[in-house]
């Protein structure tokens, strides 16, 4: 069985940084991992994924100021996110899968079958 939690959410002005953790019991180093977000009263969105062989990829949003970082050794998922903007705002979630996802499939929530239960990140104006 694998778990997930995050850690590190909480609340900071635009243009600040905050780093995100997810630590993971079960699982292994192939494994694909991700970060999602849900904004206020919008459907879950991709961030940021990581496969075994260190490949990221980020949704365009964040591209240039997020950066996703992975440690097999300590089984953990890190977000350091940086120039925040209020509408980076929303719940974000660690997502795993047990295998390698396709390029094509690394941004996609359904792909992945294990989750966090989230941590609320709140970017003010």
């Known amino acids: 069985q694998v778990r997930l939690m995050e850690s590190g959410g909480g609340s900071v002005q635009a243009g600040g940084s905050m780093r995100l953790s997810c630590t993971s019991s079960?699982?292994?180093?192939?494994?694909?991992m991700a970060w999602f977000r849900q904004p206020p009263g919008k459907e879950r969105e991709a961030v940021a994924s990581i496969v075994s062989d260190g490949t990221e990829t980020y949704a365009d949003p964040v591209k240039g100021r997020f950066t996703i970082f992975r440690d097999n050794d300590k089984n953990t998922l890190d977000l350091q996110m940086t120039g925040l903007k209020p509408e980076d705002t929303g719940v974000y979630y660690c997502?795993?899968?047990?295998?390698?996802?396709?390029?094509?499939?690394?941004?996609?929530?359904?792909?992945?079958?294990?989750w966090g239960q989230g941590t609320q990140v709140t970017v003010s104006s």
């Open positions: 079960g699982g292994s180093w192939q494994d694909s």
């Open positions: 997502a795993r899968e047990r295998y390698i996802l396709r390029p094509w499939e690394r941004l996609l929530p359904n792909k992945y079958e294990y």
